[in-house]
């Protein structure tokens, strides 16, 4: 398996234009992840879905902010419109049947709000 | 509230030293302890978890942690550092819903 996959792996914009974030879980994980990693916040989960259905969403910033997953194998993060504040590496990360709870990680998207 | 802690956000020590990183978490965690590391420019992966059973937990590139329910801790250690193992290391713990450190940047130096 590839692992997750996260594109664009960086991305530069500037201040209020639309930014979508995709990426797409391993092949039968039905949990997915948002996180957001800056310097002075650290890791922040923003939000997670199980089987396509958004069960927390109550790390998501503002409604800037929103997310979907559509079917089982992609979601994306939209911010509208986009901030500098919002620069950060976001990552996806997906889970199995949580047995062991464990996640996995996509390399992270770099965003660049300027 | 939930809460896992680290402490030291910056760790430094000579190659061939022993490696200890220490995570301690609120007794509302669930029982479910991890360590991950992350390289400079990656996202993280999985060194070791804790779920249930044996106290002491073997991970991947000699890394070992041991849950201790009485101090609330999950300490991660390596008997021997390596240039290689410098990077930044989460504790995290939970269930569905990971509550993570604020991380540790361990340095080897030569």
């Known amino acids: 398996d590839a692992g997750v996959i996260q594109s664009p792996r960086h991305e530069v914009t500037e201040m209020g234009q639309e930014v979508t974030l995709r990426c797409k879980p391993i092949s039968g994980h039905d949990y997915l992840f948002w996180y957001r990693q800056t310097m002075m916040r650290g890791l922040e989960l923003l939000i997670y879905?199980?089987?396509?259905?958004?069960?927390?969403d109550s790390g998501m910033p503002e409604d800037r902010f929103s997310a979907k997953m559509p079917n089982a194998s992609f979601s994306t993060l939209k911010i509208q419109p986009s901030e500098p504040r919002d620069s950060a590496v976001y990552f996806c990360?997906?889970?199995?049947?949580?047995?062991?709870?464990?996640?996995?990680f996509g390399p992270g998207t770099r965003l660049t709000v300027l | 509230a939930q809460s896992v802690t680290q402490l030291g956000s910056h760790v430094s020590v000579s190659e061939g030293a022993l490696v200890l990183l220490r995570c301690n978490y609120s007794?509302?965690?669930?029982?479910?302890l991890f360590w991950y590391v992350q390289y400079p420019n990656q996202g993280l992966q999985l060194l070791l978890k804790?779920?249930?059973?044996?106290?002491l937990v073997k991970g991947i590139n000699g890394f070992e942690a041991e849950f201790k329910k009485s101090e609330t801790s999950f300490h991660l250690t390596k008997p021997s550092a390596h240039m290689s193992d410098a990077a930044e290391y989460f504790c995290a713990g939970g269930g569905n819903k990971l509550t993570f450190g604020t991380g540790t940047q361990l340095k080897v130096e030569l």
């Open positions: 804790y779920t249930t059973g044996a106290t």
């Open positions: 007794s509302s965690v669930p029982p479910y």
């Open positions: 990360a997906s889970m199995g049947y949580p047995l062991d709870n464990e996640q996995f």
């Open positions: 879905f199980n089987n396509n259905v958004p069960i927390d």
